[in-house]
């Protein structure tokens, strides 16, 4: 199971001055946790990042430093946040008979966890998302159901094109004149 | 207070990619977070990856609130237990805050986030 496995550094063997050693020490664990992980947490470096940028974005002026503990914070609490959202996405799933939570499941939870404002530009990445994947299973599933369900009205592509020919050709005809 | 703005500024500035949050990794708490959570569609984990970016800035925002009201520089823990506190959505986290600062006082009554 364990992958790469770094012991945790002996402060005895810090060669810094003993006052830094800590301060050093907690960095390089820091770093290694990094690689190792917690399997349950969100990567420190993405998290410290997000928080940095928002930060120079709301203080251009000046710059705000952040506390490790701080950091911590943060990440224990986007971690329960994703544990919050996804069990009322799951309870709504259930809801609904399904074994499979999909992204309407979510979109149904943040309104329900009152993060409702989120919904419009979550639905707008995951439409950037989609779009940039096109040929996806998921999409091209739901474009067969989309077809079966409602929209009998639209023709196979050949009549379609026949008519658009025909306004080229009656075009061509004005031009022409 | 929430404008618009803020969030369309997460598409221009061009750090971020489209998946910063490992799509694997939250797969994991998602299945840690409950032993019913068996299956998750593919777009799932998509969502929650952007969702959680947007709660990360949201409370990196209320705490800097709190850090500029104590007229500091540096953003301490104790900014993100305030600004806990004092949000009304955030209420699911109280636990893990009051946890660690080991109060049980009564929530104050918030006014609308």
Same mark, same amino acid.
Request: glycine share 6%; hydrophobic share 35%; net charge neutral.
């Given at each position: ?52 940028? %928002?930060? $120079?974005?709301? =203080?251009?002026?000046? +710059? /705000? ?9 943060? *990440?224990? &609490? ?57 040929? %996806?299973? $998921?999409?091209? =599933?739901?474009?067969? +159901? /989309? ?9 196979? *592509?050949? &009549? ?18 | ?113």
């Amino acid at each position: 199971m364990a992958g790469k496995q770094k012991p945790k550094p002996n402060p005895d063997q810090d060669y810094r001055a003993p006052q830094r050693e800590m301060a050093e020490a907690e960095k390089e664990t820091a770093v290694t946790d990094k690689v190792v992980g917690d399997a349950e947490e969100l990567p420190k470096a993405i998290v410290r990042r997000l928080v940095k940028d %928002k930060l $120079s974005q709301l =203080s251009s002026d000046s +710059e /705000i430093s952040v506390f490790r503990e701080a950091l911590e914070a943060f *990440s224990d &609490s986007a971690r329960i946040f994703v544990h919050y959202l996804s069990a009322t996405a799951n309870d709504i799933c259930k809801e609904s008979k399904r074994q499979t939570i999909n992204a309407e499941d979510v979109f149904k939870a943040l309104e329900e966890i009152e993060f409702s404002d989120y919904v419009g530009p979550l639905r707008a990445s995951l439409e950037g998302f989609r779009q940039k994947n096109g040929g %996806k299973r $998921s999409l091209s =599933s739901k474009a067969k +159901e /989309i077809n079966k369900k409602g929209k009998k009205k639209d023709l196979p *592509s050949g &009549s379609g094109s026949q008519n658009k020919d025909d306004e080229n050709e009656s075009n061509k005809e004005d031009n022409a004149d | 207070m929430r404008q618009p703005g803020a969030y369309s500024g997460l598409r221009i500035s061009g750090k971020t990619g489209p998946h910063s949050l490992p799509l694997a990794r939250i797969k994991k708490i998602m299945k840690n977070s409950s032993d019913e959570v068996k299956m998750i569609s593919g777009e799932a984990p998509i969502v929650f990856s952007k969702a959680s970016e947007l709660f990360i800035e949201e409370l990196t925002k209320r705490a800097w609130m709190m850090t500029l009201q104590a007229k500091r520089r540096t953003l301490h823990k104790e900014d993100v237990v305030s600004a806990v506190i004092k949000t009304d959505i955030f209420d699911f986290l109280v636990n893990l805050v009051s946890e660690n600062s080991g109060k049980s006082e009564d929530p104050q009554p918030v006014m609308e986030a």
